[in-house]
T-cell receptor
Framework: AQSVSQHNHHVILSEAASLELGCNYS??????LFWYVQYPGQHLQLLLK??????LVKGIKGFEAEFIKSKFSFNLRKPSVQWSDTAEYFC?????????????FGSGTRLQVQP | AAGVIQSPRHLIKEKRETATLKCYPI?????VYWYQQGPGQDPQFLIS???????DKGSIPDRFSAQQFSDYHSELNMSSLELGDSALYFC??????????????FGPGTRLTVT
């Protein structure tokens, strides 16, 4: 069974600090990887995605993530966070080869950015 | 751009009542997914439909059923509601026929409160 682990449950940063959120997955096949953001009271929005090719992917709002296949990791980074980045961040995975298209989410990381 | 539409946005029901949640996917999207997000939890996959047929099943209780109609909208029917069913129910849609990327777009969710 596939699973996703997000090691940081709650992160507090000051504005302009750098961000890295960890995500590791367990899956017996080829995967698609996603990071979603959920602002307070809102729905999930796609930040970025990895399907194939360059393992460093860039998303919206200055976020990027790096897929390291040997480590089964897909960490999210941002060089300088803003107060408006306060939200919950979910890493998610689905399978490319099994046809299991439903997303499996990590437990989420709540990011709080202090002005 | 058109997004996923869910109705109602909020629903309050009593124990043992029934509820019907509706989801209207992005135009031309052929796949609908239902997820349940309990308070402070990550979204859990319930069920999905591709071209009006059930394509995958997750942790959906037997008290729940769903279907996708000819216009691709989907309905989640919930019976004998329990307090534990109180959650945010997300619908997501994707264009599966377009390739293996399986990118899902989420709706705003229906917040169900069972009293």
């Amino acid at each position: 069974a596939q699973s996703v682990s997000q090691h940081n449950h709650h992160v507090i940063l000051s504005e302009a600090a750098s961000l890295e959120l960890g995500c590791n997955y367990s899956y017996g096949g080829t995967v698609n990887l996603f990071w979603y953001v959920q602002y307070p009271g809102q729905h999930l929005q796609l930040l970025l995605k990895y399907f194939s090719g360059d393992p460093l992917v860039k998303g919206i709002k200055g976020f990027e993530a790096e897929f390291i296949k040997s480590k089964f990791s897909f960490n999210l980074r941002k060089p300088s966070v803003q107060w408006s980045d306060t939200a919950e961040y979910f890493c998610a995975v689905n399978g490319r080869d099994t046809g299991r298209r439903a997303l499996t989410f990590g437990s989420g990381t709540r990011l709080q950015v202090q002005p | 751009a058109a997004g996923v539409i869910q109705s109602p946005r909020h629903l309050i029901k009593e124990k043992r009542e029934t509820a019907t949640l509706k989801c209207y996917p992005i135009p031309r999207h052929d796949t609908v997914y239902w997820y349940q997000q309990g308070p402070g939890q990550d979204p859990q996959f319930l069920i999905s439909f591709y071209e009006k047929m059930q394509s995958d099943k997750g942790s959906i209780p037997d008290r729940f059923s769903a279907q996708q109609f000819s216009d691709y909208h989907s309905e989640l029917n919930m019976s004998s509601l329990e307090l534990g069913d109180s959650a945010l129910y997300f619908c997501a849609s994707s264009f599966q026929s377009g390739g293996p990327t399986y990118e899902q777009y989420f709706g705003p969710g229906t917040r169900l409160t069972v009293t």
